[in-house]
């Protein structure tokens, strides 16, 4: 049964809460998915639950434990302010530091994916630059992600945005990213704003969705997922 468990960042020595489901038959790979700025709210462990059933040990770090342990917060303007409060006051190095306790927890078992989401989709792309031990990486609509494209990525990465996205000007950032790595596959889903992976938000279209995870599995097992 998915249980909540502690991870410590090596950064700081820091003790985070992790939500951690294992497979109960064969098991595929690892995989960290990291949040938005709302938290480990019912949309990530819903995510975290389809990811389980298709055979993936999953790990959810709670990445704003240091600012607020157990923050989980609303799709609205007090939410998205706290959330963007603490996701600045987290810095950049704080959340690969507890990515990397989150890989090192799985990569005794076979191959160790992320997936990070908004705010986690920069975190994604950070971290595919710096932790060897990732075997593929999946950032969604990273607003952060145009302006540090050019870091050297360390595993293969795609990234994914909503055309719809009143956030992230998808043509522009994708330009951005393809000038700094050809190499890495970026999508846009024409049906989706910002968010769209959380099945049943406005900005969400299911088919989209759906077809965003599919090329996420397809890339895990390009990259040595067991099947």
């Known amino acids: 049964m998915p249980e909540m468990i502690k991870l410590t960042s090596a950064i700081d020595g820091f003790e985070f809460d992790a939500w951690h489901g294992a497979p109960t038959g064969p098991r595929k790979g690892g995989l960290v998915l990291i949040q938005e700025i709302f938290g480990l709210d019912h949309y990530m462990i819903e995510d975290a639950k389809r990811w389980l059933a298709e055979g993936y040990e999953v790990i959810v770090p709670s990445m704003f434990d240091r600012q607020e342990r157990g923050f989980v917060a609303d799709h609205d303007a007090s939410g998205f302010e706290t959330g963007r409060k603490y996701a600045g006051d987290n810095g950049t190095e704080n959340p690969v530091s507890d990515v990397r306790a989150c890989v090192d927890a799985l990569k005794q078992n076979g191959p160790v994916f992320l997936i ?29 992600v145009a302006g540090i494209a050019d870091v050297a990525l360390k595993c293969p990465v795609i990234c994914n945005f909503g055309r719809k996205d009143a956030h992230i000007p998808a043509d522009d950032v ?19 704003g910002h968010g769209f992976n959380n099945d049943g938000r406005p900005d969400s279209d299911l088919a989209d969705a759906k077809l965003a995870r599919a090329r996420s599995a397809a890339l895990f097992v390009a990259c040595g997922a067991v099947i």
Do not use: F, M
């Open 116 to 144: 990070g989401y908004c705010y986690g989709g920069t975190v994604a792309w950070r971290a595919a630059a710096q932790i060897s031990d990732l075997s593929a990486a999946v950032s969604y609509y990273g607003g952060g």
């Open 174 to 192: 994708t330009a951005t990213i393809k000038k700094a790595h050809p190499e890495v596959p970026v999508y846009i889903y024409e049906n989706s």
